[in-house]
């Protein structure tokens, strides 16, 4: 934009922010001190800005406490879509079986995953409808999330279309169009794909006259959980994976990103020293253009 208004100053300033966020998210962001193999993978975010620091937070809604760097989520996923990584570089190859392992279940509709988690089973966020055997503070199984704000969190079949957008990238074009098919079976009615999805055994709906803040609607393994159906960004990923299918890249992937981060080398950088103001994370090194 500021090329098209003739004011390239801003316009240097707007591609060494943004390169110098591209050189920076790997160091915010992956950690060599978790506790998953192989030792380097992307975390769900760094709390101070170090991903090997020890520091625990909350997974919210009732959910555990946990080290950062046991929680891992799909985000990263996000940095190949939009033409920031290459599809095939080492910390996202490398970070992917450690979601598989700590956020991802296979249910009989298909391919799923938590939104963030660890591999500790149950420790998820607590977003969503109660099953007790969670590590949760939420009671009894069934019960809606909106009454208590603590539950149990579910598959969200979104994160099946972005894990697929990736698979396309790298030439799997049937282990993409599996996780379409997923996205398919996941669905309820005529095709509406919900937000989150039931992945623990089959539970009945609760007798009539439960009173609502307690009352299961009854759930299928693989099928709807009691959240919004559809969730509107969830059907715009399947349709998006949709039209997808057959390409090499995402249909939604900017060309302006790709051809700066990944179909050319990286910009390359001039180390500076920053001594005002002082850097908000001091043990990261500022690079600019």
Known sequence: MADLHQDPAAARVYRATADYFQRSIKGWTVTTSGPYLPGRYFLRLSKTGDPNAAVSYSLGNGSVTADQRAVVDGGF?????????????????????????????TTPSGQGFYRYGTSQSGSEDGYGDCYEPDPTTCTPNGKPWPT????????????????????????????????????????????????????????????????????????????????????????????????????????????????????HPAPTALALTITSPAPEFPHLTRKFK
């Open 148 to 263: 208590g704000n603590s539950g149990s969190g579910h598959l969200w079949p979104v994160l099946s279309g972005e894990r697929a957008e990736r698979q396309l990238a790298v030439g799997d074009q049937s282990g993409a169009a599996a996780l379409l098919a997923a996205m398919h079976s996941y669905a309820s009615g005529v095709g509406l794909v919900p937000e989150q999805d039931w992945e623990n055994p089959d539970l009945p709906a609760s007798p009539y006259g439960t009173a609502p803040e307690t009352a299961s609607l009854g759930f299928h393994n693989g099928q709807a959980a009691g959240s919004a159906s559809p969730l509107t960004w969830a059907q715009a990923q399947e349709a998006r994976l949709t039209l997808s299918i057959g390409r090499t890249t995402p249909i939604e992937q900017p060309d302006i990103v790709r051809s700066r981060y990944v179909a």
């Open 77 to 105: 996923l996000e940095l190949v879509r939009l033409g920031i990584l290459p599809a095939n570089d080492p910390d996202v190859t490398r970070s992917l079986p450690v979601v598989d392992q700590a956020i991802g279940r």
